[in-house]
Structure formats: C-alpha cells, structure tokens
C-alpha cells in the first residue's frame, strides 16, 4: 500500500475499526489458548504424579496416627497389669513358700529313697503319679471336664509308697518329711505287721501327696 497516494477522504473508519478489534481478537485467543493449556498440563501433572504422592503421604500419617493409639492402649494394658500383679505378688510369695517347684518336686521325690535308708527301711514300690488339677472353690474331680487354666488353685502329685522295717523306723521316716516347709500330706495310710517276722517289722503302704505351684505344672 503506498501511504504517499492515500487520499483522507478514501480513509474509512469502520475499516479501521474492524482490522484493529480483528487483531485484538487473535491476541486474546492466543492468551486465552496459553492460559487453558497452562491450566490443562497442571492438571495432568497434580493428578498424575502429585496426588499420588499427596494420598500415599496421607495413608502414611494416618497409620502412623493408628499405631499412636494402639501404643497408647498398650501402655494402659502394661500399666493395669503391673498393678495386678503388684496386688497378687503377696498371694503369690506366701502360695510360693508353701508349694512345691518342679525341682523341688523331683528332689522330695528322691529324698524319701534318702530318708527311708537312712532309717532303716526298705522301699518297695515308689510310684509318682501325674498332677492332678485343683480347681478354685471345687475339687479337681467335679471340673475334671473343664480347661480353663485360669480357675486351677493347685495341684497336687500324688506319690505311692510301700516300705517295710521296724515301726518306730518309719515314725522317724514319717518326722523327717513332716519337717519340710512346704505343703504334703500323708493320705490311705496303712501299717500291717509283717507275720512271722521276729523282729516286729510292718508294712507300710499309702499315699504322700505333694501340693506344686499352678504355673510349674500348667
């Protein structure tokens, strides 16, 4: 366009007009298309990668949170226990003093072969039987068919015995046991003199009954 041979009284304003809004709409749609797009990849990229990351963070606080309480809980747990135990431990320590371990029931078991010749007498049958559970309030025979650790006082281990020799021999066997700090008892005792002995020697036959700790033989 030569600008030299342009007449004013050719110049139209409407044209003018059109050309200059014509240019103002292609820059607004070049801002608007920038601005969407840029609108467009962010949400691509929150959704793709950052959200992700932003839920797995938050299933990690959430456990954590979760832990929080259950370890709190626990320390109540702990807490409350040591306070029972703290209540039983003088039950414990006086049931403890009276009833018999596992090894001191083994070593009873072999201090009456001890006692016995040390007295004179011979031992004919020394048989231990299996421990046989007391229930708290009932006798192990009435709550033979339940299992609940929980309600057995004691046991108590039966011992079969049979020793022969002079009688005053096995009233000294009998002291001897007797003087043990801890809980047994003498039971289905029977004493026969033996016939045509000379001596006097009976036989003695019965039951010694050992009381042993509940969690010893639990």
């Known amino acids: ?17 059109n050309k200059l809004l014509a240019m103002a709409d292609k820059k607004t749609l070049i801002r ?11 949400l691509i ?8 990351i932003v839920k797995a963070k938050q299933v990690k606080i959430d456990d954590m949170m979760n832990k929080k309480d259950e370890i709190a809980l626990f320390k109540q ?22 009833f018999h371990s596992k090894q001191e029931v083994e070593e009873l078991y072999d201090n009456l ?14 048989e231990k039987k ?29 011992v079969k015995y ?7 021999s096995y009233l000294k066997f009998k002291r001897l046991l007797s003087k043990s700090k801890k809980m047994l008892n003498f039971d ?12 006097g020697a009976i036989n003695a036959t019965g039951t010694l009954t050992i009381v042993g700790l509940t969690d010893e033989f639990s």
Do not use: C, W
Request: glycine share 6%; aromatic share 10%.
């Open 1 to 17: 366009m030569d600008l030299k041979n342009i007449k004013l009284e050719d110049i139209k304003l409407d044209d003018i007009k």
């Open 162 to 168: 049979e020793v022969q020799g002079n009688f005053l």
């Open 77 to 98: 747990e702990i807490i409350k226990a040591k306070k029972q135990m703290k209540k039983l431990r003088p039950k414990y320590e006086k049931h403890s003093t009276l």
């Open 188 to 199: 289905k005792e029977s004493i026969k003199v033996i016939k045509g002995d000379s001596t």
């Open 45 to 52: 990229i929150y959704y793709s990668i950052v959200n992700p």
């Open 130 to 158: 299996d421990p046989v559970p007391v229930y708290k309030g009932k006798s192990a025979k009435k709550k033979k068919k339940k299992k609940n650790k929980s309600n057995i006082a004691y046991y108590t281990i039966p």
């Open 32 to 42: 608007f298309g920038i601005g969407f797009g840029s609108i467009i990849l962010f």
């Open 113 to 126: 072969s001890n006692y016995a010749q040390a007295n004179g007498l011979v031992i004919s049958n020394l």
